[in-house]
Each structure stands twice: as structure tokens, then as C-alpha cells.
């Protein structure tokens, strides 16, 4: 049974930071590329980042690039998404996803397996 656990979310200030977290069981994690989606209210769901975690392999969002870092620590089956320099514009629930695919693009049909969302709130 594949789960995804998210955490880390939370209310921050504009310019300031947060770290989610995503451990994964159930799954050969090195096998197994890892995304980080979000979705505001009323848009739809987006990548930010994504790491395949057997190469290392990153890709991000324009929107994100220089301010957010995706890593992963294979020995605890957990990847993180680093964001620096939050903007009231990243508010959204963001999620973790795992796809067995080393992919190009970011898209939600190529992710098999979906955790349960944390909010982040950018607000002063």
C-alpha cells in the first residue's frame, strides 16, 4: 500500500520561508520520481518541483526557479521542497506526488500516487 506523507505547511510572511516534507513507504523509492504540486483556490492543480530520486535529476516552474529547492534523502524515503522568498502568490495546498517515470514535464496524469495536501499561506 503506496502512502505519501506531506507536512510542513503553515502561515508565513511575504519574503520569508518554509520547508515541506514528503516521506513515502510502500514504494522502491529509488525508482520512483517525486513532485510537489499546488493548487490556489479556483485554479488548477500545478507542478513546482519535481526530482527523480535515482539521478538526481530536478525540474521546476519558471515561477519558482531561484527560490525554491527540491532534495531528497534516499536513506529516509523523504523529499523536501525548500522555499525561500514566499510571495502571497505561492498560497495554495501543495501536495507530493510519486510517478515511476523520469519525466520532462511536470503533469499530474504521469503521478500514480498522491499524498494529502498542506496549506501554505504567504499573508502579513
Known amino acids: 500500500d503506496v502512502q505519501l506523507q506531506a507536512s510542513g505547511g503553515g502561515l508565513v510572511q511575504p519574503g520569508g520561508s518554509l520547508r515541506l516534507s514528503c516521506t513515502a513507504s510502500g514504494l522502491n523509492f529509488g525508482n520512483y520520481g517525486i513532485g510537489w504540486f499546488r493548487q490556489a483556490p479556483g485554479k488548477e492543480r500545478e507542478g513546482v518541483a519535481y526530482i527523480y530520486t535515482n539521478s538526481g535529476m530536478t525540474l521546476y516552474a519558471d515561477s519558482v526557479k531561484g527560490r525554491f529547492t527540491i532534495s531528497a534523502e534516499n536513506a529516509k524515503n523523504t523529499v523536501y521542497l525548500q522555499m525561500n522568498d514566499l510571495k502571497p502568490e505561492d498560497t495554495a495546498v501543495y501536495y507530493c506526488?510519486?510517478?515511476?517515470?523520469?519525466?520532462?514535464?511536470?503533469?499530474?496524469?504521469?503521478?500514480?500516487?498522491w499524498g494529502q495536501g498542506t496549506q501554505v499561506t504567504v499573508s502579513s
Open positions: 506526488a510519486a510517478s515511476p517515470f523520469s519525466i520532462s514535464v511536470m503533469t499530474t496524469d504521469l503521478f500514480g500516487f
